[in-house]
């Protein structure tokens, strides 16, 4: 979940995007640069205060491949010590993107692989019960038993065998 500060850098930067008519392009540079700062031993040369920040700030340039506003940011994070909120700018900046297109993320879980078929159904479903494209990933839990859980946006539904297990359990205890 990002942060109040992720998520005002991701809408700043989304705006600038916008305005360029460049979230494609920008949402890739902002997944590489999540990806180069996010390596634990860039991210604590990037977070060390003893380096002075003028050098930690040389190290992000647009001889990396970055275009200049992306270095601008990365710069930006290094001097406000926010090195670590790359990863929520990201997410807040794929939502707004996301948004803006018509487009949720959805992350069906399931005890066995959901088949392909399956997977574009529920996709379908979803997508015509909230009026926007579906963009659906698979994941394999297990430990869910039976059942799926379904997560998009803030919004979880779990009907799991597992949790009406614990749900069972926890009456059973109760009574």
Do not use: C
Not at 22 to 45: C, E
Not at 89 to 110: I, K, M, N, S, Y
């Amino acid at each position: 979940m990002a942060t109040a500060a992720a998520k005002r850098y991701g809408r700043a930067v989304f705006e600038v995007a916008t305005e360029e008519n460049g979230i494609d392009r920008w949402l890739s540079q902002l997944a590489t640069l999540r990806d180069v700062m996010s390596q634990p031993s860039i991210a604590s040369v990037l977070s060390n205060p003893t380096i002075p920040v003028r050098d930690r700030m040389g190290l992000i340039s647009a001889d990396e491949g970055f275009e200049p506003e992306v270095v601008n940011l990365a710069r930006l994070l290094i001097e406000s010590n926010r090195v670590n909120e790359i990863a929520g700018v990201v997410e807040q900046f794929r939502d707004l993107a996301d948004d803006a297109a018509g487009r949720v993320r959805a992350v069906v879980t399931t005890a066995i692989e959901l088949p392909a078929a399956e997977q574009d159904e529920l996709a379908k479903k979803l997508g015509e019960r909230l009026g926007k494209d579906v963009a659906l990933r698979a994941h394999v839990d297990p430990r869910v038993l039976g059942g799926l859980k379904l997560q998009y946006g803030d919004r979880l539904i779990d009907a799991t065998i597992a949790t009406r297990l614990q749900q069972l359990r926890s009456r059973l205890i109760e009574s």
